[in-house]
């Protein structure tokens, strides 16, 4: 799913607009959490005698449920909208078309062996229910870069309007939180705080760690330029020596507030090491759907959901004929986003049915640019990586594989979260494809001669999820989380959205082990 | 080479016995610095004539020169000590032989695909004329991981020995710092350094940076927690409630010490992109030798150098059939290490020789080590990057390559510099081996029952460079760069000593180009 920068963006425009209690508040309520509790593969022990699962959805959770509940002697159907496996596990290559709600058909034209992920595109190393699939699955990871100290952070209101490199601004903040401290420490401000042994080791590390001289004084000069880069760089023979860049004044950078940007690196979800499928995320989806491909009936629009006293019928529509059926099966596990299943009739008792509604979607956008070269790398040292900007765009993600290729290169172009993301969704297309440019041109000026042609996903026009995944408020999630995980009858329900760990793969995967191991238990205690 | 660890670990060692006056002045001192001022392809226009260069030492600046100066019409030999190109640019793999001073002989037995670079590692993003050699030359690369928040941090004096994770110390030392600093804004101890304007936005970026509540408190909870790791991570379905981790008292993060190794990831050396050639480090030696290759006589011991009016001319032994002869051109590049070339019959005049005599070089150790199976990604979730400690071993190294696979790996075991690299060298290679894993056991009790066998690599023990690389102080940088640097007569120096990059392929390369442009512009000035 388009994740978690979905906090971070989230987080800074509460930031902007409210203020930093505010922040600290709604990173709470929002629940967010990134390890994973998998403990190995799921052993679901014992005959189920013939019982059989309807599968709603054929996206991660519902593929996994698919895999397991077979080998464990179900008998399993899996119902899917779309005309291909893996739901927002999903990558965009040339040569693909989607249509999204409101008819906009786009038809990818990206060069051969590039592509987008419109929904995840990484995998931290603690998701280890998605790393222990891919490894079992056959699927070939590759580390995907999320922090690049020459990369930009960038705001309209900052440095005029000048993109910075990350490790300038990270050089500088440090540099001017070292020497505050290091100030109030050396004036005996903190000593009520800090014991005499302390101290001196306080010290020590603030040098450290904000490149401070003997002085304590953050300047500019080698010692910061060993952190932000230089004006001239140190060669080799004569002419050789390096010039110090010029450091930003502790008033310039915390005005700038791109220290904002800097946080994202420390966050657990975004640690190190991060991987990715080799090829695109896709590869993950094609790899389930090469186990559980035959038990998958594409192109079913689910229309109805009934249980009874011995099982529960699921209605379709096929999406592409018109055909109308019905599917049935012992036990239903429904893994269909809440912002759609709340829409299909089904007969669960209140409880669920509060639960399902208690979750609105958030909205996201995605758009892939090509362009005729990889101008980062060539002309800015960019591998990888990602540039922040507080411009509509947000953010500009650089390609973790293929570096220093020749020919087209695809960007990630914008991802906005919140009202930018529904800004853009509101546009045509073309018209999110063109800000988007228009916007990324503010960073690198290539932009403008380079760009060759683009694909835009946003979200809330996506007609299968209508919004990138379940945000729940931690009201809703101490009122509605149980009950929307329990099951209901014969009906139980997975997906990021029964989790802790939401817009994360992961968190598809881990609620569709719990559930299935739930459900298996029932099975086994009739 | 054995690269700039060197610098922290110098500094650390530094630090820990002089505090941290003396890192500052060391590390100025040291004159170290990373970038590299490489300005594309060197251009060496016009006709040489047939004017001849004798290059001494077949690394990367000698096959570099070899490369371009018979591109511009040079008649050019190589000799080298060594029965492969490359010098430091060096891997070892199964099968390979390795004899050191004193005669001690390891065979490496590693599995097929392992191996172990005992000089440079990695290629920073900044390497620009490095990695576009290797675009030249049709070099595979792939990300190197420096970082991994997932790696360990440990001192035998703190946590009673037990190895902390890089994220929790890291969240714990910025929630203290912020903290502090917070604290002593609140109480407005800093009214004369920051502005009012000034002291919110610090606030609220502390909170951002240091993970701190509303009240400026850093804390046990679910803030800390989406930094440093949970007790219990975040799953999916019911009973997926994650729980906090409990932080480190900021006495307990000060005193450990392990925040030293943090800075090691701000320094530009290690910022990300690095990189690494897929394979092993001399897939670049073996790249530049297929170009030049022709050009190298091996197994050619320089006994001496003599300059006259019309040439130079170096006499050599061979090292295997112990034949003696000479090679002669009109020019004479010498890549040979200072360590080596001092002990070398040489006429140049006073400047250069006392140049030549006024850099000692590094002490410097790897050990790679071979294990059953890599565990430290089976069992602890770390793919690639660096645990540290204050033991002998300074270092333990994760292969950044190869993730997830089955079978053995091999991890760098040790990588000392300063007085526990002499210790370590001291030792027979079996006993260097076993020394290093009965201290990695402390890290990983898995070494005891994984460990299979290992090769250590002492740079002062390395025949052909005795030590890692020239370790310039800033008076004798004052004094004799320049000098060395500079032709003498018909002959030329180059390699990283003759470079502000010590240590890195980047400046061996960058000194030979500087060289070879000074060597061009004098012949034709003829």
């Not at 607009?17 to 309520?29: E, N, P, Q, R």
């Not at 950078?253 to 690196?265: E, I, N, T």
């Not at 990630?412 to 800000?435: D, N, Q, S, V, W």
């Not at 996903?457 to 809703?476: D, K, L, N």
Request: proline fraction near 5%.
């Amino acid at each position: 799913m388009t994740e978690t920068p979905t906090r971070r963006d989230l987080l800074n425009q509460i930031g902007a607009i409210a203020g930093g209690s505010a922040v600290y508040l709604a990173m709470t309520s929002m629940g967010f959490a990134a390890e994973s509790d998998y403990a190995g593969p799921v052993k679901l022990e014992g005959d189920p005698k013939g019982a059989s699962v309807l599968i709603l959805g054929a996206g991660v959770a519902g593929m996994a449920a698919a895999l397991e509940l077979r080998k464990a002697g179900y008998k399993v159907q899996v119902l899917d909208y779309n005309s291909r496996a893996g739901g927002r596990t999903w990558t965009i290559r040339g040569g693909d078309t989607y249509t999204e709600l409101g008819g906009e058909t786009q038809h990818c034209r990206f060069a051969e062996g590039l592509y987008i992920n419109p929904g995840p595109w990484r995998i931290p190393y603690h998701h280890k229910g998605m790393l222990d699939y891919c490894k079992r699955l056959g699927v070939a990871l590759e580390p995907f870069i999320q922090v690049n100290h020459n990369a930009y952070l960038h705001s309209k209101n900052a440095y005029d309007g000048k993109p910075q490199r990350y490790r300038e601004v990270q050089a500088d903040y440090h540099g001017t939180v070292a020497e505050l401290l290091a100030k109030a420490v050396n004036a005996d401000k903190l000593d009520d705080a800090v014991s005499k042994d302390d101290r001196e080791r306080l010290l020590l590390s603030l040098r450290s760690f904000g490149a401070l001289g003997v002085d304590g004084r953050y300047r500019t000069g080698e010692y910061a330029s060993s952190r932000r880069g230089y004006a001239k760089p140190p060669g080799g023979g004569l002419s050789a020596e390096p010039e110090s860049s010029v450091i930003s004044s502790s008033s310039d950078v915390l005005k700038s507030g791109l220290w904002r940007a800097l946080a994202v690196a420390l966050d657990y979800d975004y640690q190190t090491t991060l991987f990715q499928p080799v090829g695109g995320m896709d590869m993950i989806a094609r790899a389930f759907a090469r186990e559980v491909g035959d038990l998958i009936r594409l192109n079913s629009k689910v229309t109805a959901i009934r249980q009874d006293e011995t099982g529960v019928t699921a209605s379709w529509c096929h999406t592409v004929t018109g055909e109308m059926g019905q599917s049935r099966a012992d036990y239903c596990l429904c893994t269909i986003p809440l912002s759609i299943l709340s829409q299909i009739e089904m007969n669960v008792g209140p409880k669920l049915a509060d639960a399902i509604g208690a979750v609105p979607y958030a909205p996201g956008m995605k758009i892939g640019l090509q362009f005729k070269r990889r101008f980062w790398e060539q002309d800015e040292a960019i591998y990888g990586g990602i540039s922040y900007t507080d411009l509509p765009i947000s953010t500009i993600g650089y390609p973790a594989t293929d570096y220093f290729k020749d020919g087209p290169g695809v960007l990630l172009g914008a991802y906005p979260f919140g009202p930018y993301a529904y800004e853009f969704t509101a546009m045509t297309p073309a018209e999110r494809i063109a800000k988007a440019v228009e916007f990324g041109a503010v960073i690198h000026p290539q932009y403008r001669s380079e760009f060759e042609h683009g694909v835009a996903v946003g979200w809330h026009r996506v007609p299968w999820s209508m919004g990138c995944y379940g945000q729940w408020s931690s009201e809703a999630r101490a009122k509605h989380y149980r009950n929307l995980c329990a099951m209901d009858g014969r009906i139980l329900l997975a997906g990021e959205h029964a989790s802790y760990i939401p817009a994360w793969q992961e968190g598809a995967l881990l609620s569709s082990l719990d559930a299935i191991g739930r459900l298996h238990q029932r099975v086994m205690a009739r």
